[in-house]
């Protein structure tokens, strides 16, 4: 497993630049809405879609009912079914690891997956397994440094909301580059 985390890392480092800083966006955001770090990092564990984290906040922090925060995560995250259905095949034989692999595919980390191979001598499930885990836990951080940091510093987070439409800018970016 060491071997497969240490292969994976390289490749999710621009994930990684990524996700702290908008998990630190999003930590802040949940904080200043009155929600603590035990929250945050909650959210970012059970939860862990970055966008309709966002959107969660506005939602929670404005009264809305189960029925409407389920039909909104239904239309923002729809486009994970698709993800989970075209590695079907990649994922049948992960055993339990199955589960999470479907559970962990964000926009980011599909792309990963989709583009990336286990290194000679490395098992190519345990390294896929690896890239997922990494960015949850990039995410996660970047969540906790952010909570603690909202507590601790008081400052205005206007405009922080748009981090994640930052993101996905860059990264649509780079993948427009990096296309042959």
């Known amino acids: 497993m060491k071997r ?3 292969a994976a890392f390289p490749i999710t480092i621009p994930v990684m630049l990524g996700y702290i800083s908008v998990g630190m966006a999003f930590g802040l955001l949940f904080e200043k809405s009155g929600y603590n770090l035990l929250w945050a ?8 879609a970055g966008s309709m984290q966002f959107i969660a906040i506005n939602l929670l922090t404005g009264g ?14 729809i486009r994970h ?24 595919l964000t926009d980011e980390t599909y792309s990963l997956l989709c583009s990336s ?10 390294f ?14 970047g969540t906790i440094i952010g909570s603690v940091a909202g507590s ?14 930052a993101l996905f800018v860059v990264i649509f970016i780079e993948q427009w580059s990096s296309y042959k």
């Open 64 to 77: 809305a009912g189960f029925i409407e925060i389920a039909l909104m995560t239904l239309f923002v995250n």
């Open 81 to 104: 079914l698709f993800y989970g259905l075209s590695f079907i095949d990649k994922f049948k034989d992960m055993g339990k690891k199955k589960t999470y692999m479907i559970y962990s």
């Open 128 to 141: 896929l397994f690896s890239i997922s885990f990494l960015n949850q836990m990039y995410w996660v951080i």
């Open 152 to 165: 601790l510093i008081k400052f205005n987070t206007k405009g922080i909301d748009f981090a994640m439409t």
């Open 41 to 48: 990092i909650l959210m970012s564990i059970v939860v862990y």
């Open 117 to 126: 191979k286990a290194p000679e001598g490395i098992n190519n499930n345990l």
């Open 4 to 6: 497969a985390i240490k």
